[in-house]
């Protein structure tokens, strides 16, 4: 009897989401939406790959927010999100979020925690609330 593998329709990404140190230390809580991550997103894409490439089908699988008060690099970690995407728009994405620069001090950056073409080997959740 052979195996064969399961065929991979999707891949998923798990990203940090941080927002610049600035935005952070206001007294008003910054709370990142969908909405929010999309546009960044759809903003990285656009300004890497042009117009076209703004329009990759991506679905925002789960967010959650963290509650640290650890700064890295200048920019505070505000949570986790896990994108569903195409296999071949993966490699495009990961490029996109590399090269970008936020244009507003409120717009989240992004840095990949983990990848894969299963979605439990990802274990989503180091600590935060999660919203779906």
């Known amino acids: 009897m052979s195996l064969t593998p399961l065929p991979t329709n999707h891949h998923y990404l798990r990203l ?23 546009k960044a997103l759809q903003d990285a894409l656009s300004d890497t790959f042009g117009i076209t490439s703004a329009g990759t089908y991506i679905d925002i699988l ?15 970690p505000w949570g986790e999100v896990i994108l569903r995407v195409h296999p071949s728009d993966a490699p ?3 490029a996109a979020i590399t090269a970008a620069s936020p244009s507003r001090p409120s717009q989240p950056r992004f840095s990949l925690l983990r ?18």
Request: glycine content about 12%; overall charge negative.
């Open 115 to 132: 990848e894969s073409s299963f979605l439990p080997s990802l274990s989503f959740g180091s600590g935060g609330d999660l919203e779906a």
């Open 16 to 38: 940090l989401l941080s927002l610049s140190a600035g935005t952070a230390d206001c007294d008003v809580d910054v709370d990142v939406d969908v909405l929010t991550i999309r």
């Open 62 to 76: 789960a967010v959650a927010k963290w509650n640290t008060g650890v700064r890295i690099g200048g920019r505070d």
């Open 92 to 94: 495009k994405i990961l």
